[in-house]
């Protein structure tokens, strides 16, 4: 079992609506969570679990009273009771479509006008064995424990059969790709029969982040033997732990979640992951970089990140030394003046390991840049080893310069 950090912007949504109101109901079908009851607890709910992880880990698909099994388990509550919020988690995933659906009528008379449903949906072509553990940690945080061992599930619900299965539920928001969320799981959030005026509260939410549409930009190739490197050092460690901190760029995340399935992206690039307190010191905010104590990185993308703010770099970097394990592995990259509006952001769909696009943007990290050159680089990496520079090898475009360090803690 392994435990992991997940930006869910699922359960801010929800966030979002109970924190207006008194008195809420939740339903957790997952086992019996300290930090779900007490996040709920604090905003007014009551909250009930069911523990489905016992039924799927005791009944198979196969069983001919599978169905009847499934209405036996599940708690039968009053017709006085009605859920604001149900939590079915990734059961979706373990559950027949059939099994699904008798989950489904078995909960809808217990939800009401504008009863939210939080589905959490695997998109890799392999799932955990049995199914994750979920403990929200606070509006933006959930923590996973994950069993490392992985399946091909037996029957797996589309998109389209899960739509066509919920006719009761409007589906209000599909969620993947955001920042901080991890690379397989999409979320769902559904709203049973819901009303005209909430639904447009609830659009309207600010907490939700909104992806901005894609530019359409000319890219140059580059060959990184430094990525390359990178990777095959990689592929010697049982399940590495991955964390990239580049801009968000879906190709990469793609390209790389086929690789790593221990993958945890954030965007420190982004001015929204950045604060000034009163006193105009720059903070990251608190869910960036919010990684739990257990989880140790085997290797960080850190990108052009030296390049720009040498005050974030630093806060950057003091914030993810608790989380490196020795001997982690930094891959970054420099590049000269005559570059200074260019960025490697993102890998070339079907290449080879060592072949990147080279985008013509200018990040707002890198205002006042300098190239630090590989004395400044060493010296703004105290507590690391650089293990080898890379420069004006074959395939490199000119001007740009490729570092590999490993964590050394005294």
């Known amino acids: 079992m392994q435990t992991t950090n997940h930006r869910s912007p699922g359960i801010t949504a929800i966030y979002n609506e109970v924190k207006f109101s008194q008195n809420n109901s939740v339903l957790d079908l997952g086992p019996m969570s300290p930090g779900t009851f007490q996040f709920f607890s604090s905003h007014a709910c009551k909250i ?28 039968q509550y009053s017709d006085s009771i009605k859920f604001d919020v149900i939590l079915a988690w990734d059961y979706l995933n373990y559950l027949s479509p059939e099994g699904f659906q008798t989950l489904l009528d078995q909960l809808t008379p217990y939800c009401k006008t504008d009863t939210l449903v939080h589905l959490v949906r695997y998109t890799a072509s392999k799932i955990p064995t049995h199914p ?12 996973l424990s994950v069993d490392s061992d992985l399946i091909e599930p037996e029957k797996k619900l589309s998109v389209v059969k899960l739509l066509k299965s919920m006719p009761n539920f409007e589906l209000q928001h599909t969620l993947m790709g955001k920042e901080g969320m991890l690379p397989w799981i999409s979320e769902y959030i559904f709203r049973f029969q819901p009303s ?3 639904k447009k ?6 907490e939700l982040s909104q992806d901005l549409p894609r530019q359409q930009i000319q890219f140059d190739k580059h060959v990184s033997s430094a990525l390359e490197n990178f990777l095959q050092q990689l592929q010697q460690i049982d399940n590495p732990v991955v964390l990239d901190i580049g801009s968000k760029e879906n190709s990469n995340k793609e390209q790389l979640s086929l690789t790593f399935r221990n993958l945890f992206v954030e965007n420190v690039f982004s001015k929204n992951a950045w604060r000034r307190d009163q006193d105009n010191a720059l903070h990251l905010k608190n869910h960036i970089l919010d990684f739990s104590e257990t989880t140790k990185f085997d290797a960080v993308m850190l990108w052009d990140l030296p390049c720009g703010d040498k005050e974030k770099f630093e806060i950057i970097v003091s914030k993810l030394t608790k989380n490196l394990k020795p001997n982690c592995l930094i891959w970054m990259y420099s590049f000269s003046e005559s570059r200074r509006n260019k960025n490697i952001v993102c890998f070339e769909a079907g290449s080879t390991d060592s072949e990147l696009k080279l985008q013509s943007i200018k990040h707002s990290s890198v205002e006042d840049y300098s190239e630090p050159g590989i004395a400044g680089m060493i010296k703004l990496m105290q507590g690391f080893q650089l293990e080898k520079h890379y420069w004006f090898k074959e395939g490199m475009l000119s001007g740009v310069s490729e570092y590999l360090f490993k964590y050394s803690p005294v």
């Open 132 to 143: 994750t553990q979920f403990n929200v940690k606070d509006q933006y945080q959930i923590g």
């Open 48 to 75: 009930h679990f069911e523990n489905l992880n016992d039924f799927v880990a005791s009944h198979s698909l196969a069983e001919e009273d599978y169905l009847e099994s499934l209405k036996g388990y599940l708690t």
């Open 196 to 198: 005209i005026n909430l």
């Open 201 to 206: 509260q609830y659009s309207g939410s600010t």
